[in-house]
């Protein structure tokens, strides 16, 4: 079983950084997509940042220019270096792994919270 451990999340002030890290147990054949996920009370899970294998990206509109994923596929690592953090930006902030193999699959981290103060 593969497990995704979250780190990085924590206080920051509205304006600050902050850099979060997910990292795999063991590599995983046939991933193809790598992301980061957050979710604010009372709101959907919605997609902050993808990468692929191939190194594309996908970033959503509210993070643009803010929030930069990357890899390091040696490390079976992801990260998400946040700048200019907002107070909308808190949530708990979720990695997803995704792939295909003999059947296609998905893991999830447990979460990193990420609070910004005002």
């Known amino acids: 079983q593969v497990r995704l451990v979250e780190s990085g999340g924590g206080l920051v002030q509205a304006g600050g950084s902050l850099r979060l890290s997910c990292a795999a147990s063991r590599s995983i054949f046939g991933i193809n997509t790598m992301g980061w996920y957050r979710q604010a009370p009372g709101k959907q899970r919605e997609l902050v940042a993808a990468?692929?294998?191939?190194?594309?990206?996908n970033v959503a509109d509210s993070v643009k220019g803010r929030f930069t994923i990357s890899r390091d596929n040696a490390k079976n690592t992801i990260y998400l270096q946040m700048n200019s953090l907002k107070l909308e930006d808190a949530a708990v902030y979720y990695c997803?792994?995704?792939?295909?193999?003999?059947?296609?699959?998905?893991?999830w981290g447990q979460g990193t919270q990420v609070i910004v103060s005002s």
């Open positions: 997803k792994f995704e792939g295909q193999g003999a059947f296609r699959f998905e893991y």
């Open positions: 990468i692929t294998t191939g190194g594309s990206t």
